[in-house]
């Protein structure tokens, strides 16, 4: 009887110590992250629920509305040639904005580019792996996290409030291709803006016919000091 206590009592030793260690891994942050706020949610960002057309009218909606341009979801289909051009859902989103005479900047493929921009209070526009009932990658807005729960918040779908772990967000972010961007005003500039990034985007801009908001953005950058 005593062999068998002290087997199980070893048996529960060993699993506290490998739970300890779970946790102890799931707490290891990069530097990046442990240099940003520990929890921010961009409460203001408007929000559009649907689940049509992967969610990319709504979320793009969401995003130019946060930007003062007057938009609904069902505006944005036409444009966005949908349906049909779902395979060009991502460079029409990036036309369209730049239509308005907005700067789509791209964000290098990492949990701590995005959370950074998160962080100095700009949404995030994003495409990622649902995972639930849906086969195709979904679009979705990057609105918030908490650094000590390990979760991000989402606006996706009909979800106001999405929850998810930092490695599932991204896995399923990074297996629908990694791909996020800010959509600013020429007047903004993201957090550690890439310079190089932010004046081919401006010199692209301009050749597009949005020359004032181009030179805008490039007047804009000249003055960060």
């Known amino acids: 009887m005593r062999a068998v206590t002290g087997a199980k009592s070893a048996r529960l030793w060993l699993m506290g110590v490998f739970a300890l260690a779970m ?4 707490s290891v942050e990069s530097p990046e992250l442990r240099r940003l706020p520990e929890r921010v949610e961009l409460n203001g960002v408007p929000f559009f629920r649907g ?9 793009l909606a969401g995003m130019l509305s946060e930007q003062r ?4 979801p069902g505006l944005l289909v036409k444009p966005l040639q949908l349906p049909g051009a779902e395979a060009s859902l991502q460079s029409n989103i990036e036309q369209l904005a730049a239509g308005y005479g907005l700067m789509v900047y791209p964000l290098d493929k990492s949990l701590s580019a995005l959370l950074t921009q998160v962080a100095a209070g ?5 495409r990622f792996s649902d995972g639930t009932l849906w086969s195709e990658p979904r679009y979705a807005m990057l609105v918030g996290y908490n650094r000590a729960k390990g979760t991000v918040l989402l606006r996706a779908g009909m979800e106001r409030r999405r929850l998810m772990d930092f490695s599932t967000f991204e896995s399923a972010w990074k297996d629908a291709g990694g791909w996020a961007v800010l959509i600013l005003s020429p007047t903004q500039l993201p957090a ?3 310079k190089t990034r932010w004046l081919k985007i401006a010199n692209e801009l301009s050749r597009s016919g949005q020359e004032q908001a181009g030179a805008t953005a490039i007047k804009t950058l000249e003055s960060q000091k």
């Open 69 to 72: 341009v007057r938009i609904t």
């Open 122 to 126: 700009y949404p995030v526009m994003l």
């Open 192 to 194: 550690n803006v890439d």
């Open 23 to 26: 946790v102890g891994c799931a």
């Open 51 to 59: 689940n049509a057309n992967q969610g990319a009218p709504q979320i």
